[in-house]
């Protein structure tokens, strides 16, 4: 797929935040990273990082305890180089095996490239029975 780039428009923007679901679904912490600038400044939640490395590492990290984990992304406004979602997310802790639903937000900003240079995330986890699921897979 040919690289978004901004300035946005709707169409644009829509499709970027489609692309980002499409990656984070895949669970592929290599590909996700690689929409990301070099040196992008992340927070999320109460972790702060900078950097594809460290996005891998996170993403790993996240990976091994969230499993099924489906994501659904919406765009909620966009400007010529910027974009914010709003997402939930399902998942089921891997040890414990409760089922999680997690609503939240995210900001994003891009280089001329079209790679994300800052990511600010914030987000809340609410327990739900598995047959409160909305995303199966």
Do not use: C
């Amino acid at each position: 797929m040919t690289n978004i780039v901004p300035p946005f428009n709707k169409e644009s923007a829509a499709a970027k935040v489609q692309a980002a679901e499409n990656a984070w679904n895949s669970r592929d912490p290599e590909k996700v990273s690689l929409a990301y600038t070099p040196n992008s400044q992340w927070r999320n939640r109460d972790q702060f990082f900078e950097g594809r490395h460290e996005i891998v590492r996170f993403l790993t990290d996240k990976w091994k305890t969230e499993s099924h984990y489906k994501l659904r992304k919406h765009l909620w406004s966009f400007t010529d180089k910027r974009i914010s979602v709003r997402f939930e997310y399902e998942w089921q802790h891997s040890q414990s095996g409760q089922w999680y639903r997690t609503h939240g937000n995210e900001h994003w900003e891009f280089n001329e490239d079209g790679l994300m240079a800052v990511r600010d995330m914030s987000a809340n986890d609410i327990h739900i029975e598995e047959e409160e699921r909305k995303f199966k897979s």
